[in-house]
């Protein structure tokens, strides 16, 4: 792997360990260049998932949308950056574990207010505001008292 402070092609690896429930390796590497180290990550490559969206076009799964729609969400709540990372690996593990190739924005979307509700309300009740669009202050009143009773 080539250095990313040199750019020297030779690195080796220093240290292995699963991360993430055995789904993928992190693997602690030095340069043997400029002997500085570096983290590297490698997960199984699999078939790319589509996410069908509202106007029923078709995209590739990212869960780098998921992450920076819940990031927002959680923005000034005591919410640390390993619970949103830990929620988005619980989705993404939701998703691609129903073996499907193609799921719906609208299932990915639930999943994430399921798992964003017993995380923090006030984040909970910022998602659901975008997710669902509510039109008006009588729908998000409504979602509001469903979530209090």
Known sequence: MKC??????NTRVVDSRPVDDNTAIRRRRMCDACGKRFTSYEKADTIPLMV???????EVFDRSKIEAGVLRACH??????????ALVDEVENDVYNEGEREV??????????????RLDPVAYVRFASVYREFKDVNTFM???????Q
């Not at 069908?52 to 078709?58: S, W």
């Not at 979307?109 to 798992?115: D, F, H, Q, T, Y």
């Open 52 to 58: 069908v969206k509202k106007d029923k076009n078709r």
């Open 76 to 85: 000034k709540r005591p919410v640390s950056v390993d619970q949103v990372r």
């Open 104 to 117: 719906d924005s609208n299932h990915i979307g639930e999943l994430v207010m399921a798992k964003i509700e």
């Open 4 to 9: 990313p402070f040199c750019s020297h092609e």
């Open 142 to 148: 409504e979602e509001l008292k469903r979530f209090i």
